[in-house]
Every structure is written in C-alpha cells, then in structure tokens.
C-alpha cells in the first residue's frame, strides 16, 4: 500500500498534475475571507483555515468540493462542517492514552468512551466517503477510462496481471488515511503562525513585505512563488516546531533489537517521539518558547524548507517511515499561510490588545479558535470574487 500511495498517488508528478484543483480551493479560501470582512464579521480563523485543508484534499481526492448545497461566498454549508468536524474528532482520538491498547482484555468494556465517540465520527465520514467511492467503482467497471483525481488512481490502479490492485476496503480505508493526514498539520500550524504574527506587528510586515518583493500586488501569490518565500516558510516552520499538532508522534514498533543515541530498544518495543521535547528543548533551540522565524533563516542562500531532516521538530517526520504527504502538506501550508497574509491586513478583535496564546487542556490547538480582524490588503479586481 506505501508503494502504490507514494509512485501513484502522491508522486510529484501527480501533484502537479492537480495543481489546478489545489489553486481553486486557494482562490475560494480568498473569497470567503474577504467576503467575511467586507460584510462587518470577525473571520474565525480556525474555521477558514480547516475548511481549507479539507477543501483541497477533498477536491484532489473526489474532484468536488461541496458535500452539499455550499454557500455563494465560498464557506462552508452545514455538511461540510459536520464533515469536517468529524475529521477532527477522529483525528483527536488518536493521540489519546486509552488503557485496552495496553491491556486489550479490557477493550469490549470501552472503559473510556472512546470507541464510541470514534465509531460515530467515522460513521459520519463515512456517510460522505462511501456514496461518492461506490458510484465511482461502477463507472470503472462501465468503462471509465481517464484518472481526473485521487480516486480514480486508486480505482484504476493493476497488478501484474492486469486486475484492480485495490478492493472496495482497502480502497476506502485509504482515501480515509489520506484524508484524515492532510487536514490537521496545515491548518494548525498556520492558525498559531497568524495569531503569533498579530501579537507581533513587526512579523506581519516582513511577510508582506517579501509578498510583495516577490509577487507583487496585481496578482495572487501561487505555488510557483514559494522556493522564494523563505521568509513566509520560516513563520510556517517555526510553527510546527513551537505548536506542534500533537504532544507525541504516533507510536512506531521496533522489529529488531537496535541502538538509537546510545540507547539500547529492544525488539518489540513501542517508540514514541515527543514532539514538544524535540521542538522546545533549550540544548538545541535558543529562548524555545519564543516565536522567533529568524532562527530558520541563518543562511539566506539556503532555501528553507519545512521538513526537518534532522529531527530538531516534527512537522511531517523523517527517514523510511516518515510522512509520504510532506511535499502536499508542505505546499497547502505555504499557499493557506501566504494567501492570507498577502490578501489581508489583520488584527486583533475590537476590544483586544493581542490575542491570547494559550493551549488546550486538552490537546494542542489554541484554546480558543483565533478570531481575528481582516482588512482588504489588495485592489478590488485582484480578489477571486466574480
């Protein structure tokens, strides 16, 4: 399954190849901004940048947006918040201590409630997913013969001897995993990245200002921009390495007695990384709670990029198992960052001297979702709004 995702479904090649798709949900993010701001409201921040994500995997994976009906100013109707909402609640559940994966006797018993929480999320993902796979099956086997997105490669993918290589399961359990692995680390990185920058002015300029250098105010910054936006990929690095998605990487199984840094792990063992210890840790960062960009930019002839080889932080992880997305969620991070410090100004709420910077008792995330003041930044005709 490795294999088949990473030659056929997130190549380089096929990334390009649905570039088209990932720049219109860039433009509908830029539109439904603007049209929050323009109309008097405070943009909520988390819920812009969520629908973003799920938006542009989604419209890579189905070739289609709206589950629903959609709204005329390109947010989110009540089945994509139900939708992606679902996705975050599954996606919470898996970094949660649950007693049966260590004792599974217990697991019938669903001593903490999880199970059930989990079963009706994904029953509601499910309820999205499934309708759209099977119909997409059918046409396959009527004669379907060109891959328009995700799906359709996973449908039409062979085996040596020239049958599906994918049944219907496996089939649906991985356009699942792919969906629920690009929605959550973009979104969260660039809603810390922007409430940072708003307490720090001085950040949002210099970001604009390279905006600006590079691409100018008579047209929305694209893909193509972001090898030369090493400053808007800094902020963006330097949030995952401050918040990162999640207090530990998932666990991984060694399958042979080894040595890592001098430590013996023995066959068998669950090997978790904490995110927090990497990122924050003062024998390798300077002031490590401190939101500082400029700590990614020591060599401006060096491209910066938003993995980390070298495992100081977890953004998409490393080595042989690292994460096969890095190169999509890398780009979806830099477009959803800079599209929204290019197209508008922003700025605390009225009443609010600077927006609190608080985790969740519960996980990650900001404790509150960012609510924030959007100002128009661009002429008229620049915004994607006709």
């Known amino acids: 399954m490795r294999r088949v995702v990473a030659s056929e479904v997130l190549s380089p090649t096929r990334l390009r190849l649905l570039l088209g798709k990932r720049t219109e949900e860039a433009d509908n993010l830029v539109h439904y901004v603007y049209s929050q701001c323009t109309s008097g409201s405070v943009v909520d921040v988390r819920v812009a940048v969520r629908q973003y994500s799920g938006n542009v995997i989604r419209k890579?994976?189905?070739?289609?947006?709206?589950?629903?009906?959609?709204?005329?100013?390109?947010?989110?109707?009540?089945?994509?918040?139900?939708?992606?909402?679902?996705?975050?609640?599954?996606?919470?559940?898996?970094?949660?201590f649950c007693i049966s994966d260590y004792m599974p006797s217990l697991r019938r018993f669903d001593l903490n409630g999880h199970e059930k929480i989990v079963k009706e999320a994904t029953r509601i993902v499910n309820k999205y997913h499934d309708p759209i796979i099977d119909e997409r099956i059918r046409e396959w086997k009527e004669g379907k013969k060109e891959a328009q997105d995700l799906l359709d490669i996973l449908i039409s993918v062979k085996d040596s001897d020239g049958k599906p290589l994918l049944s219907t399961e496996e089939i649906k359990a991985q356009v699942a995993d792919l969906i629920y692995a690009a929605v959550d680390n973009p979104s969260n990185a660039v809603e810390w990245a922007l409430a940072e920058m708003i307490n720090q002015p001085e950040m949002l300029c210099k970001a604009t200002e390279e905006i600006d250098k590079v691409v100018g105010k008579e047209r929305l910054v694209q893909e193509s921009d972001t090898p030369q936006l090493n400053y808007i990929k800094a902020c963006a690095r330097e949030a995952f390495r401050l918040h990162p998605i999640?207090?530990?990487?998932?666990?991984?199984?060694?399958?042979?007695?080894t040595m890592v840094a001098g430590y013996f792990i023995p066959k068998g063992s669950h090997v978790i990384l904490s995110r927090i210890g990497l990122g924050r840790n003062p024998k390798v960062w300077d002031d490590p709670l401190k939101f500082k960009p400029e700590r990614h930019l020591k060599d401006p002839s060096v491209e910066v990029k938003l993995v980390e080889p070298e495992l100081r932080f977890i953004s998409f992880s490393t080595g042989r198992r690292g994460c096969m997305g890095a190169?999509?969620?890398?780009?979806?991070?830099?477009?959803?960052?800079?599209?929204?410090?290019?197209?508008?100004?922003?700025?605390?709420?009225?009443?609010?001297?600077?927006?609190?910077?608080?985790?969740?008792?519960?996980?990650?995330?900001?404790?509150?979702?960012?609510?924030?003041?959007?100002?128009?930044?661009?002429?008229?005709?620049?915004?994607?709004?006709?």
Request: zero cysteines; aromatic letters at 10%.
């Open 60 to 96: 890579m994976m189905f070739n289609k947006r709206y589950l629903g009906k959609g709204r005329k100013d390109g947010g989110p109707g009540v089945e994509e918040e139900e939708y992606v909402d679902a996705l975050f609640t599954v996606l919470s559940y898996l970094y949660v």
């Open 327 to 386: 190169a999509l969620g890398s780009a979806m991070t830099v477009m959803l960052l800079a599209r929204l410090l290019q197209g508008f100004n922003w700025g605390v709420t009225l009443g609010e001297s600077k927006i609190e910077l608080s985790e969740s008792k519960t996980d990650l995330f900001l404790a509150k979702p960012l609510l924030a003041n959007a100002k128009q930044r661009l002429e008229l005709d620049v915004y994607p709004i006709h």
């Open 246 to 257: 999640a207090p530990f990487n998932l666990p991984h199984v060694s399958n042979a007695d």
